[in-house]
């Protein structure tokens, strides 16, 4: 069962705007990651954040962690319109041999 | 970084007959693979964990006789649905998981969108 809600669903904005998109999940976690999908393709993996950290920049990327929450968040910042994608996170619980439970999605769309 | 190929992309196919779907890691050794389904606009659906040499493990609610995965190899993977039928229509995504310091994460196969007429 999935176990990351994401919100919102989907988020339109504009180019140059930033995006933030949440996830929320339920159990304990080793890590936590985020991956992107453009329509009809596989997933491309963006950003992982352990559990003992609480953010992370990669380029134009941040995500922050919050573990007492059960909560981490995507920002995007000067977005554009090739960001355009569904955006995923996806908890590892870090047992051996655990698999990746992902989140619902966000859907973004930036308007040139 | 780490590739995964999945073939074919896109499968069209009659009701009762069999498809096979291929996953391979093509330059780097994956132990382990995972098999998933999506529907349209929503998230990915875990179907299977697939280990080299072993029997693959499945989630709950899909079936083993329905859905046969082989992982000879350890660059090779294979989903197949077995007397296919339009409900099984879908989107599924293949992926391994890295080696090394990228081991935590997931390399995923760019997907085959199977319909059934």
């Known amino acids: 069962s999935q176990q990351g809600e994401e919100d919102p669903q989907a988020l339109s904005i504009q180019e140059g705007e930033n995006a933030t998109m949440n996830c929320s999940y339920k159990?304990?976690?080793?890590?936590l990651q985020w991956y992107r999908q453009n329509s009809g393709r596989g997933l491309v993996h963006l950003i992982l954040?352990?559990?003992?950290?609480r953010e992370k920049h990669s380029g134009r990327l941040r995500v922050t962690l919050d573990t007492s929450k059960k909560s981490s968040s995507l920002l995007i910042t000067a977005s554009r319109a090739a960001d355009t994608a569904s955006y995923f996170c996806a908890t590892d619980e870090g047992t051996s041999g655990s698999r990746l439970t992902f989140g619902e999605g966000t859907q973004l769309t930036v308007n040139p | 970084g780490a590739v995964v190929s999945q073939h074919p992309s896109r499968v069209i196919c009659k009701s009762g007959t069999s498809v096979k779907i291929e996953c391979r890691s093509l330059?780097?050794?994956?132990?382990?693979m995972f098999w998933y389904r999506q529907f349209p606009k929503q998230s990915l659906m875990l179907m299977a964990t697939?280990?080299?040499?072993?029997?693959?493990?499945?989630e709950q609610g899909v079936e083993k006789d329905k859905f046969l995965i082989n992982h000879a190899s350890l660059t090779l993977s294979t989903l197949t649905v077995t007397s296919a039928h339009p409900e099984d229509s879908s989107f599924y995504i293949c992926s391994a998981r890295g080696q090394g310091g990228s081991n935590e994460k997931l390399f995923f196969g760019s997907g085959t969108q199977l319909s059934v007429l």
């Open positions: 159990t304990s976690i080793n890590n």
């Open positions: 697939s280990n080299e040499g072993s029997k693959a493990t499945y």
């Open positions: 330059d780097f050794q994956a132990t382990t």
């Open positions: 954040i352990r559990s003992n950290e």
